[in-house]
T-cell receptor, first 115, second 112 residues
Framework: DTEVTQTPKHLVMGMTNKKSLKCEQH?????MYWYKQKAKKPPELMFV???????INESVPSRFSPECPNSSLLNLHLHALQPEDSALYLC??????????????FGDGTRLSIL | GESVGLHLPTLSVQEGDNSIINCAYSNSASDYFIWYKQESGKGPQFIIDIRSNMDKRQGQRVTVLLNKTVKHLSLQIAATQPGDSAVYFCAENGNTGNQFYFGTGTSLTVIP
């Protein structure tokens, strides 16, 4: 069992749907991350939140909209996705440290399929 | 058995043998490195980390070696077990703050 919980585990949606992915951690971490992982590829960073503020957006299309309502929760709102957006979406958290010297703890991801 | 990471993304070893997984990182400014294990259907799991002021760090059955001169990282797993079968990723921080860049990954298969 991981200390980072992601829901749902699986999601199938059409290109016109709106859905949200959720992530929760109770380790007191103040940095949270969204990654996208395609099959047989490494995770690719999408967004970084530090102290509930968006600090990094890796040029992610606007059809992905992150939200950090509090220090324990991270959401990823999805709208008008494309078939190529089908992937495993991973959430991670870490303690905040200058220079990124703290390990990230990952959830088990949401497997997203776009029809 | 030994892999060369980017060029040989798969590695098969006999149970009980030692495994060596290699990673060539890209940013000479990186000063913190992590090895992750990812099993099928799971997220990456932290194995061991190392900071740039060290060249070796040992954990339980695992050792990470860092060679900053050639920007090379390796993970050694002693007495490899079937439960070690997974994809292993190295990650570097690029010294940019709370960002990690993952290597290509190596798939390890342990043969009973």
């Amino acid at each position: 069992d991981t200390e980072v919980t992601q829901t749902p585990k699986h999601l199938v949606m059409g290109m016109t749907n709106k859905k949200s992915l959720k992530c929760e951690q109770h380790m007191g971490h103040r940095a949270m991350y969204w990654y996208k992982q395609k099959a047989k590829k490494p995770p690719e960073l999408m967004f970084v939140y530090s102290y509930e503020k968006l600090s990094i957006n890796e040029s992610v299309p606007s059809r992905f909209s992150p939200e950090c309502p509090n220090s324990s929760l991270l959401n990823l709102h999805l709208h008008a996705l494309q078939p190529e957006d089908s992937a495993l979406y991973l959430c991670a958290s870490s303690q905040v440290s200058g220079g990124g010297n703290q390990p990230q703890h990952f959830g088990d991801g949401t497997r997203l399929s776009i029809l | 058995g030994e892999s060369v990471g980017l060029h040989l993304p798969t590695l098969s070893v006999q149970e009980g043998d030692n495994s060596i997984i290699n990673c060539a990182y890209s940013n000479s400014a990186s000063d913190y490195f992590i090895w992750y294990k990812q099993e099928s259907g799971k997220g990456p799991q932290f194995i061991i980390d190392i900071r740039s002021n060290m060249d070796k760090r040992q954990g339980q059955r695992v050792t990470v070696l860092l060679n900053k001169t050639v920007k090379h990282l390796s993970l050694q797993i002693a007495a490899t077990q079937p439960g070690d079968s997974a994809v292993y990723f190295c990650a570097e921080n690029g010294n940019t703050g709370n960002q990690f860049y993952f290597g290509t990954g190596t798939s390890l298969t342990v043969i009973p």
